[in-house]
């Protein structure tokens, strides 16, 4: 199973960006989980969002809940991050990960994409 992270680039405070995770297998993506995580230089990796495939339900990290929203679209084996209002502190690589079960732990996601990095200045 492969994932092809994309959509990162240099955004202004108060911009958007979409993410976007295409996965190769329908299988993977149509029975499992999809998560965002972000790792910022010298901090931990953090969960950002996820969304169960199968049935649509979502999580957010209380940093982004209100700003980010997460989608699928199961006919594109693709998940989106849809990032708006963006804030310096949101400059991170970004990583999406698929898994068996919507969980906030790196750790319980079997399958990564390599990341792209998103960076929020003027």
């Known amino acids: 199973v492969q994932l092809q992270a994309s959509g990162g680039g240099l955004a202004q405070p108060g911009g958007s960006l979409r993410l976007s995770c295409a996965v190769s297998?329908?299988?993977?993506?149509?029975?499992?989980?999809v998560g965002w995580f972000r790792q910022a230089p010298g901090k931990e990796r953090e969960a950002v969002s996820g969304i169960m495939v199968s049935d649509g339900r979502t999580y957010y990290g209380a940093s982004v809940k209100g700003r980010f929203t997460i989608s699928r679209d199961r006919a594109k084996q693709t998940a989106y991050l849809q990032m708006n209002n963006l804030k310096p502190e949101d400059t991170a690589v970004y990583y999406c990960?698929?898994?068996?079960?919507?969980?906030?732990?790196?750790?319980?996601?079997?399958?990564w994409g390599q990341g792209t990095l998103v960076t929020v200045s003027s």
């Open positions: 990960a698929v898994g068996p079960y919507m969980r906030k732990s790196p750790g319980d996601y079997d399958y």
């Open positions: 297998q329908s299988t993977v993506i149509d029975h499992y989980a």
